[in-house]
């Protein structure tokens, strides 16, 4: 699957990744009362109207972006009517052709994490049928339980064509408690983590040198993200924390390699939420998201280059 994410990105030469992480607050006040004009009080009214707004500006964008973040925490909060937004979403931007990532950064003890790898990325036996639950092309995974909580993901990576992403330096300000600590062997809590990336993901490299196993890799830290790039060169990167989070095009470029490849950039609130900013004043929600993505194409482009060269 990062194949075909790569593809995407050099046909479209644009490495962006829309996160749809959706909150009812983020909606147009419009959107925000029923069709009397009384203030929505219900989740099921609220997921409907979630699902609306992800349509449109799913409609907008998938002619110039290759893929989605899906951030389930937005949708689980709303119930059972929100993970119904959730799935819905995910299947609309599949339909759409876009590459899809579930980002629940889930894992477990083996068995455990064979259930959450089912749920997205492979497919659940009642009797003698296999049945898609959210089927996502890839999800993000927390990798801190070692090798035997990955395993279930990499089968279902190899037999059904899947990616994940597992943790290894986030974009949060606090994430260096953990992840910049010191081992004894001198390496960085995130530099191990690295490494076991690599090690899972060594029999899965496609064509473009990046195997199926990727890695989350902030753009608000730039040195310890070029620092992985040098250690990780058969690792994708799924890149958050640009725009509202503070990282900009020229911070996560080192992410790059020198064809323009190795990584996508995930921004959320600046395009979900760009009708709200200044500069798209005037626009439609779906429209100014549309803006939103072409601006950071260009952002991207000047700073990283051509794509595949």
């Not at 699902?51 to 949708?75: G, H, L, R």
Request: with cysteine; hydrophobic share 35%; charged share 25%.
């Amino acid at each position: 699957m990062i194949d075909s994410l790569i593809e995407k990105i050099i046909e479209m030469q644009n490495p962006t990744c829309v996160g749809l992480d959706t909150s009812f607050d983020y909606l147009p006040d419009d959107m925000k009362v029923d069709k009397n004009g009384e203030v929505i009080a219900t989740f099921e009214t609220a997921a409907e109207r979630i699902t609306e707004f992800n349509m449109n500006i799913i409609d907008k964008v998938c002619d110039i972006v290759p893929a989605v973040k899906v951030q389930i925490a937005y949708y689980e909060m709303y119930g059972y009517e929100g993970l119904k937004a959730f799935d819905y979403t995910v299947n609309y931007a599949r339909g759409k052709g876009m590459v899809v990532i579930a980002d629940c950064k889930r894992n477990d003890i083996g068995s455990t994490a064979s259930c959450y790898s089912k749920a997205y990325l492979g497919a659940t036996q009642v009797n003698d049928k296999k049945i898609k639950s959210f089927p996502a092309d890839m999800l993000t995974v927390n990798g801190y339980l070692g090798s035997d909580g990955i395993k279930p993901f990499i089968e279902n990576i190899k037999s059904d064509n899947k990616s994940i992403f597992v943790l290894v330096k986030t974009s949060n300000p606090s994430s260096g408690e953990l992840q910049n600590l010191k081992l004894d062997n001198g390496e960085y809590v995130y530099e191990r983590m690295g490494s076991l990336v690599a090690e899972w993901g060594k029999e899965t490299i496609g064509k473009y040198g990046y195997s199926e196993v990727g890695a989350v890799v902030g753009a608000t830290h730039p040195e310890e993200a070029a620092n992985l790039r040098k250690r990780l060169p058969n690792t994708f990167f799924l890149i958050p924390g640009y725009g509202a989070q503070g990282g900009s095009a020229q911070m996560l470029k080192v992410c790059f390699d020198k064809r323009g490849l190795g990584g996508i950039v995930n921004s959320s609130r600046g395009i979900i939420c760009a009708y709200k900013n200044p500069e798209y004043s005037g626009m439609n929600y779906s429209d100014a998201a549309r803006a939103a993505c072409l601006d950071m194409q260009q952002d991207l482009r000047n700073a990283i280059g051509k794509m595949g060269k």
